[in-house]
């Protein structure tokens, strides 16, 4: 039982945007959203997490709905160096020491 | 001055052999966990713990043993390798208790194979 949907793969051209959504219907109230990512042959990377708000930080922006049912994070200006796998995550805050599970991910290639 | 540093890179062993991998944080965390990644990508938890206490251990056969012997070092020995053990294994660290502010530190991987 999946708790976040996100697209398998994405292209975005370098400079431009990127956009990637992801979809956590089922999302309760204390639960946060959480934003990884792996580039290829290293270990998953922390972007970003966010309750209810908009966040923003040097990496990236993440925007989550009014109804908190979904989310896209944001790379404004996407770089070569950006494409790898992003990891959407839904975990309550305080949750011990049972770590993240990680789903599939979007793979973001950024075309130059 | 790597946060999360794990040994060796690279393993290629046979089967049925006893290896062991090194992880050392020099974040001054209380947590650390084993995460391993197969050929399908899939990245799973295999244990954590805390302050040198194991927590968490997921589903892994007991032939795989963590050793944590200060919490900023846990090891992770396997005994009687197999062909299904190759995969890619992670160490990461995070604070203890883990707040709002879910941030783990990864190594950078260590690549077994078994053949």
């Known amino acids: 039982d999946a708790k976040t949907t996100q697209p398998p793969s994405m292209d975005c051209a370098e400079g431009r945007a990127a956009n990637l959504p992801c979809n956590h219907s089922t999302i309760s109230g204390n639960e946060y959203v959480y934003w990884y990512r792996q580039i290829h042959s290293q270990g998953p990377q922390y972007i970003i997490h966010g309750l209810k708000n908009n966040e923003t930080n040097e990496m990236a922006s993440l925007i989550i709905t009014e109804d908190r049912k979904s989310s896209t994070l944001i790379l404004p200006h996407a770089t070569l160096r950006d494409t790898a796998v992003y990891y959407c995550i839904v975990r309550p805050s305080g949750g011990g020491a049972d770590g993240l599970t990680f789903g599939k991910g979007t793979h973001l290639i950024i075309q130059p | 001055d790597t946060a999360v540093s794990q040994t060796p890179k690279y393993l290629v062993t046979q089967m049925g052999n006893d290896k062991s991998i090194k992880c050392e944080q020099n974040l001054g965390h209380d947590t650390m966990y084993w995460y391993k990644q197969d050929s399908k990508k899939f990245l799973k938890i295999m244990f954590s713990?805390?302050?040198?206490?194991?927590?968490i251990n997921e589903t892994v056969p007991n032939r795989f043993s963590p050793k944590s012997p200060d919490k900023a070092h846990l090891n992770l020995h396997i005994n009687s390798l197999e062909l299904g053990d190759s995969a890619v294994y992670f160490c990461a660290s995070s604070r203890w208790p883990q707040a709002t502010n879910e941030k783990l530190f990864f190594g950078s991987g260590t690549q077994l194979s078994v053949l």
């Open positions: 713990y805390n302050n040198k206490e194991l927590i």
